[in-house]
């Protein structure tokens, strides 16, 4: 069974950073791209960054480009969001999501499976 498991999460303030980290059990892990999402408080959920299979490939959302950065460790079948100079407008939970599609990875239907979520709360 795929399972997606982040971890992570926390309230911090402003200007800190926090690495987000999803652990992967599926046997497609090397060949699944992967992309975070986030759900603020009575928001719709967004997309925040991706990476392709290969990990040399990145999507960011305008406001988190310099700040976050995605990467895929295949030995041990996790990915991480770095996430720096956080912002309050970063609060929400934070999904990890696969996909063996091609994308495009910017979209929620493009995902095949996803984790439970992490919360992070950054105040000011």
């Known amino acids: 069974q795929v399972r997606l498991v982040e971890s992570g999460g926390g309230l911090v303030q402003a200007g800190a950073s926090l690495r987000l980290s999803c652990v992967g059990s599926e046997p497609t892990f090397s060949r699944s791209a992967f992309g975070w999402f986030r759900q603020a408080p009575g928001k719709d959920r967004e997309f925040v960054i991706a990476?392709?299979?290969?990990?040399?490939?990145?999507l960011y959302k305008d406001s988190v480009k310099g700040r976050f950065t995605i990467s895929k460790d295949f030995a041990n079948k996790t990915v991480y969001l770095q996430m720096n100079s956080l912002i309050p407008e970063d609060t929400g939970v934070y999904y990890c999501?696969?996909?063996?599609?091609?994308?495009?990875?910017?979209?929620?239907?493009?995902?095949?499976?996803w984790g439970q979520g992490t919360q992070v709360t950054v105040s000011s």
């Open positions: 999501a696969s996909a063996v599609s091609i994308g495009p990875f910017q979209r929620e239907g493009s995902y095949d499976y």
């Open positions: 990476l392709n299979s290969g990990g040399t490939r990145k």
